[in-house]
């Protein structure tokens, strides 16, 4: 899995430093208070990301953060700290993820009909080389169905190998990689109105 | 190779897969299929700038969060207590059950034995005569 990327001065990674998960360890409530600072705003982006939904994905940082405090003395610093807190944030959406899940049952079509609607992006040749705007992305992610928005995210976004994004979603690496693939697809069709075909 | 064919793979060969030879020589000829690959690695591009952007949690959290330790602590003690004294509280368990079943059974034979009882099922007058 990747490691979380600077978005400025104070990256996570390099605010976590190892002298600051063992004060944890030890039961360091301020060293913990330093920890959240350092990493809350990536893993509640996580969250959010998979589940769209605010209030959902607070829940489940909670849910992340004290599986993490519970857990802290297996994390034995063979990984960074941020990568394995990904991977917790990532289980503990994905848990959220399917208990809601009964209760849309009717997502998938109104996601459709949604993404029918998405105003996308000039389709040009030359946007074939353009980046595309971030905000854009963002908004057709939000857009994408349950299955291949996590599966996207965990794989695009956060860099975790197919096995990982297997692992987390309880799915086979064949099927990691066919959401992965169709999730690529819609996300491409609701970004460029002109297919290229 | 026909355009179909490679363009159904390109999801995937613009980050996971290398392009096989028949693959390579399509593309080399093909401005179509080549465009497609760019604005699919364009858009992976994009997805992977997305982790540098969080987005700011409601406020609040943090502070929820920074209050795990204590809020932990008192759960997992009392865990811990009760997983310590697992055996005296299976026992106290076990001692109630008894005293409970015990009880039940005295008060179901003090009911047997109510003159009423023996009236209506004969028992009273079978042991006068």
Redesign the interface.
């Known amino acids: 899995m990747?490691r979380?990327?600077?978005?400025g001065s104070e990256a996570p990674r390099e605010l976590v430093t190892s002298e600051l998960v063992e004060a944890c360890k030890k039961?360091d409530?301020v060293a913990?208070?330093r920890l959240?600072?350092a990493t809350?705003?990536?893993v509640?982006?996580l969250c959010?990301?998979i589940l769209r939904d605010?209030h959902d994905a607070?829940e489940a940082?909670?849910d992340a953060?004290?599986k993490a405090?519970?857990a802290l003395g297996s994390f034995r610093g063979e990984a960074m700290f941020t990568t394995w807190m990904y991977r917790v944030a990532a289980n503990a959406a994905i848990s959220k993820q399917r208990g809601r899940k009964r209760k849309r049952i009717h997502e998938v079509d109104a996601d459709e009909e949604m993404m029918s609607q998405l105003p996308s992006t000039a389709s040009t040749?030359a946007?074939?080389?353009?980046?595309?705007e971030?905000e854009a992305?963002?908004e057709a992610?939000k857009l994408l169905p349950d299955h291949y928005r996590a599966a996207?995210v965990l794989r695009?976004?956060?860099?975790m190998s197919?096995d990982e994004v297997a692992k987390e979603l309880k799915i086979t690496e064949t099927a990691a990689?066919v959401r992965?693939?169709r999730g690529?697809?819609k996300?491409?069709e609701m970004?460029?109105s002109d297919d290229?075909? | 190779m026909r355009c179909a064919e490679v363009k159904e793979m390109i999801p995937a060969l613009a980050r996971e897969s290398q392009p096989s030879l028949a693959v390579r020589r399509h593309l080399g000829k093909c401005r179509g299929c080549q465009q497609e690959l760019e604005t699919y690695r364009n858009l992976i591009a994009s997805l992977q700038t997305l982790e540098a952007r969080a987005v700011e949690p409601p406020p609040g959290l943090a502070a929820q969060l920074i209050a795990i330790p204590r809020g932990a602590s008192t759960v997992d003690h009392l865990r811990s207590h009760v997983t310590r004294n697992r055996a005296a509280y299976a026992g106290g368990t076990a001692a109630a059950v008894a005293v409970a079943g015990a009880a039940a059974a005295l008060l179901w034979r003090s009911r047997d034995r109510s003159p009423q009882r023996q009236r209506r099922t004969g028992k009273g007058r079978l042991a006068t005569a």
Not at chain 1, 127 to 132: D, E, K, T
Not at chain 1, 156 to 159: E, H, L, M, S, W
């Open positions: 990747k979380p990327k600077s978005g039961g409530e913990w208070a959240v600072e809350h705003r990536e509640y982006s959010l990301r605010p607070a940082t909670q953060y004290l405090w519970r040749e946007l074939a080389g353009a980046r595309i971030l992305v963002e992610l996207l695009d976004v956060y860099g197919m990689k992965v693939h690529r697809k996300l491409k970004l460029y290229t075909e």
